[in-house]
């Protein structure tokens, strides 16, 4: 029974919310927003766990010393203070606020400078034309590249014909914005059209009791 009723649960669940889509009846529709209400319940217990393995994560690496544990110092001290701010003073408070703008903000920050960084190293390791795919990739990343720098414009008012340039002033970028909403696009909704379908068939599976990697054991 402890395996039968969470998949019942998730039975139940999964295909009420899936059929009250196509059903907009006031019952559903209060049923549905009474399901979310509970979802969000759900949420906050599932918040105090997580903060509670945090703390339990960094508090054994405090305690045995182990390379870096100055850094779960900094996390408990940032975590106490913040948490601290936001309940004495609310999400509005000059505290919570200061904290939010002078810290939270410079970090996010740093961090997406930082993944520039990694991502040209990647886009170098990408682009190299050994094959005809990447040879394309190459050549569209070099286009979307110039179409959207000041650059482009300026070596191509400088390079091209004055006929060419009074015709059509802004060549790089238009072109830039052909690839992006031409090949880039289908490309893109390729990739969404394959993810939706691999979520609807995980969430089949979870909803008909296949999928079972959500309890302690997969063969349970």
Known sequence: M??????????????????QFFIPHP?????????????????????????????????RRITRRSPGWFY?????????????????????????????????????ATMFSLLAFFMASAAYRAFRARTL???????????????????????????????WVDKVPFLPEQVAEWVMSGPNMAARRGIMIGAALGAISTSLKIILGIERSH??????
Do not use: E
């Open 2 to 19: 402890k395996r039968q009723i969470p998949l019942i649960i998730s039975f139940v669940c999964g295909i009420f919310m899936l059929i």
């Open 27 to 59: 019952g559903f529709i209060s049923v549905y927003r009474g399901i979310l209400n509970w979802a969000r319940i759900i949420g906050v217990f599932a918040l105090i766990i997580g903060i509670g393995t945090l703390v339990r994560l960094h508090f």
């Open 72 to 108: 779960s110092v900094v996390v408990f001290a940032g975590l106490i203070v913040t948490a601290s701010a936001g309940i004495i003073g609310g999400t509005r408070g000059k505290l919570f606020v200061w904290i939010f703008q002078n810290i939270n903000i410079p970090l996010d």
């Open 133 to 163: 795919d990447a040879t394309l990739l190459l050549i569209a990343a070099v286009i979307v590249m110039f179409g959207r720098v000041p650059i482009g414009d300026f070596l191509w008012q400088a390079v091209a014909p004055q006929s």
């Open 215 to 220: 309890f302690a054991s997969s063969s349970q």
